[in-house]
Nanobody
């Protein structure tokens, strides 16, 4: 059974850091590109960062570039999102996504990040 389980969310002060993790199971992890999306109340879900199956290429939303880093450990079937210099506007539910051109997509249930003083 396919599972994507996010963890690491919580409350952090502006300027602080968090590291999100997404543990995957039930599919061939290295064959899938992995991404982090987020959705704030009243806003559409947006792509935050993505990484290809072997970790060769990465991309980021302009709003997080230079502050966030996506990485993956295929031996652990885990993708990470290191978030530094957090801002209140980063507050959102963060979702892990696994995508394949022909096999489709999987989604986690999300982990909540709140940036507030």
């Amino acid at each position: 059974q396919v599972q994507l389980v996010e963890s690491g969310g919580g409350l952090v002060q502006p300027g602080g850091s968090l590291r999100l993790s997404c543990a995957a199971s039930g599919f061939t992890f290295s064959s899938y590109a992995m991404s982090w999306y987020r959705q704030a109340p009243g806003k559409e879900r947006e792509l935050v960062a993505g990484i290809t199956g072997l970790g060769v290429s990465r991309n980021y939303a302009d709003s997080v570039k230079g502050r966030f880093t996506i990485s993956r450990d295929n031996a652990k079937n885990t993708v990470y999102l290191q978030m530094n210099s957090l801002k209140p506007e980063d507050t959102a539910m963060y979702y892990c996504n696994a995508g394949h051109r022909t096999r489709g997509d999987y989604w986690g249930k999300g982990t909540l990040v709140t940036v507030s003083s």
